[in-house]
């Protein structure tokens, strides 16, 4: 038996809920049931009330708004806790077509991927500005590059994962999830694909992107964030190979100087030498500690991912636990 739960974060999503409930399905291939779960993220205008006069299985409410990173955290959490073997994650706001679940869920079901992201027709989405659909791209590319994946539409939210894969993942973000899942399945070696999705006409501005400069910025921060937290070494060690260079050229500058009998005239080359080789050596030796403290981390993902394992293999043997 095969369980799919359908999770939408929510957050004052009463009027525009009822419409994304409609184009989910109740049944879906190879899936013997399927529920739908809502996160409620603090709503003031009854979100929670409505789902579920609207049949939705399983509402999860936080008392205050936390942000969309925090509500699919958290129904990700609660999936995993209600037994689900595939979850898929889709937005409130009625964006993405519910009849390309199928497709989603397929490549999982078939063993083929960890996890599936729908990639959303960007150049002929008529509500796109032109600077988000380069800034998507660009976003996209950036992405590909920190993850080691193929993902051609990294901040799309329409995406299924099999049950290991969302027991492995873990959000530190507070703004959105879609980049840093993306990088840390690279980085933990998960089978990411992607499948073309179609998508539902515009309801509403996007509450993610309040203006441009400042979506950038985020995304910008999120990605540089997850990259020291994955390739600490990786990330030290190239402001360090900067400030050594710098500090070899100008001392090579004062050696030169100082052989012609001209040294005491340059000694702020020296100067400036002694500092950008203190600071290469100190992002040298933060480096190693944030990589070692990243080790660390590594462990303790696994450790709580082998406890989740055990604890599904104690259910599996004992039901009533």
């Known amino acids: 038996m095969t369980k799919l739960i359908i999770q939408i974060p ?4 009463a009027t525009s809920l009822p419409i994304a409930l409609q184009g989910l399905p109740r049944e879906v291939a190879g899936i ?3 529920e739908w779960l809502v996160i409620d993220d603090g709503s003031e205008d009854g979100t929670a009330e409505v789902a579920r006069l609207h049949g939705v299985d399983h509402v999860v409410r936080h008392a ?3 942000g969309l990173a925090r509500a699919f955290a958290s129904g990700l959490e609660a999936c995993i806790a209600l037994g689900a073997d595939i979850i898929v994650n889709t937005d409130a706001d009625n964006q993405y077509d519910g009849r390309d679940i199928v497709k989603l869920v397929a490549p999982v079901l078939e063993g083929r991927a960890d996890i599936v992201i729908g990639e959303r027709p960007i150049s002929s989405t008529a509500h796109f500005s032109f600077a988000k659909k380069i800034l998507q791209k660009l976003g996209s590319f950036v992405v ?6 193929s993902v051609p539409d990294a901040p799309s939210g329409f995406r299924a994962f099999s049950r290991r894969a969302a027991m492995q993942l873990h959000v530190f973000s507070d703004h959105t999830y879609t980049l840093e899942t993306i990088i840390q399945a690279g980085h933990k070696g998960m089978a990411v694909l992607s499948v073309p999705i179609r998508t539902n006409d515009y309801l509403r501005p996007s509450r993610l992107i309040s203006s441009t400069p400042r979506y950038v910025l985020r995304s910008a921060t999120t ?3 997850i990259f020291m937290t994955y390739q600490p070494l990786v990330f030290f060690a190239i402001p360090a ?3 050594f260079i710098a500090g070899g050229a100008l001392g090579l500058r004062y050696i030169s100087y100082y052989l012609s009998g001209a040294g005491q005239g340059h000694i702020q080359s020296l100067i400036l030498t002694t500092i950008f080789l203190g600071a ?4 040298a030796i933060l480096g190693l500690l944030a990589d070692l ?3 660390n981390r590594k462990l303790l993902e696994r450790i709580d991912a082998r406890l989740f394992e055990l604890n599904e293999t104690l259910k599996k043997n004992d039901p009533d636990k």
Not at 10 to 13: D, G, I, Q, V, W
């Open 241 to 243: 190979t900067i400030f």
């Open 144 to 149: 590909r590059l920190a993850s080691n994946t």
């Open 32 to 34: 013997s049931k399927v």
């Open 280 to 283: 290469g050596g100190l992002a």
């Open 64 to 66: 205050k708004n936390l």
């Open 223 to 225: 990605i540089l964030r």
């Open 10 to 13: 929510s957050y004052n999503e």
């Open 293 to 295: 403290v990243s080790v």
